[in-house]
């Protein structure tokens, strides 16, 4: 610690963090899901919307907490990934139980959304209207259309039209995309915060070497 930092060192500055940007995002995007499409009496719901809650909050607080405790900040930190987790299974789960393609980690799709750094659920929106409006055939893969394309009907000698992603299809592999990014962030976040623990300790042993230092001045 050098001797210009306080005792308690400069700390909170979480809107800033990119993983509290992206994880507000998911949030927005989640409430806007879950009333679109998830019944308003199912525990789904509310279990969505908390888990999508919970990685915001716990961002935040373990920012504001690092002042005093690094240690809270790992922790919380943790908790806001592991929340985060949750909300990707159950979105994961509404694509299964719907019978319904979970997009691939290179789906061009999934890398067009992260280029387009939307800041609002109503950019999200936007995005998923413009995949939506390209029935299905601009947002494939080369290779998968190609494939679907030559498959032959036993009954005509046409081919077999891929079949065009539903808005929810959309809607949940967009917010399972931007949940890649925040957890993606949020390891390298925890990865940081744990190294720097390691290093530099908390807030008793920040305390011990100001009194040690205190003790040398003359």
């Known amino acids: ?64 907490a690092s002042g005093t405790s690094k240690k809270t900040e790992l922790k919380l930190t943790n908790v ?16 299964r139980q719907r019978g319904l393609p979970l997009w691939e980690r290179e789906d061009p799709r999934r890398k067009w959304l992260v280029a387009r750094r939307c800041a609002s659920a109503d950019e999200v929106a936007a995005w998923c209207k413009e995949i939506g409006g390209q029935h ?4 494939q893969s080369t290779q998968s259309t190609s494939s679907m394309m ?23 592999n967009a ?6 990014v925040a957890c993606s962030l949020l390891d390298r976040q925890l990865a940081a915060q744990a190294a720097a623990f390691e290093k530099e300790g908390g807030f008793t042993e920040r305390l011990y070497r100001t009194r040690s230092q205190a003790r040398r001045k003359p």
């Not at 700390?11 to 992206?22: A, D, P, V």
């Not at 299905?136 to 947002?139: A, E, I, K, S, T």
């Not at 030559?150 to 949940?172: L, R």
């Open 80 to 95: 806001a990934r592991a929340s985060l987790e949750e909300l990707k299974l159950d979105y994961e789960d509404f694509l």
């Open 175 to 180: 917010a399972l995309t931007l949940l890649a």
């Open 1 to 64: 610690m050098g001797d210009g930092e306080g005792l308690i060192p400069k700390h909170g500055g979480y809107r800033n963090l990119k993983s509290f940007q992206i994880a507000q995002l998911v949030f927005d995007v989640t409430v806007r899901f879950c009333e679109r499409y998830i019944d308003r009496f199912s525990r789904t719901r509310d279990q969505m919307v908390q888990a999508a809650r919970s990685g915001v909050q716990n961002i935040a607080e373990g920012s504001q």
């Open 150 to 172: 030559s498959m032959m009907s036993t009954a005509s000698t046409k081919p077999t039209q891929p079949t065009p992603p539903s808005y929810p299809e959309i809607a949940a």
């Open 136 to 139: 299905g055939l601009d947002g």
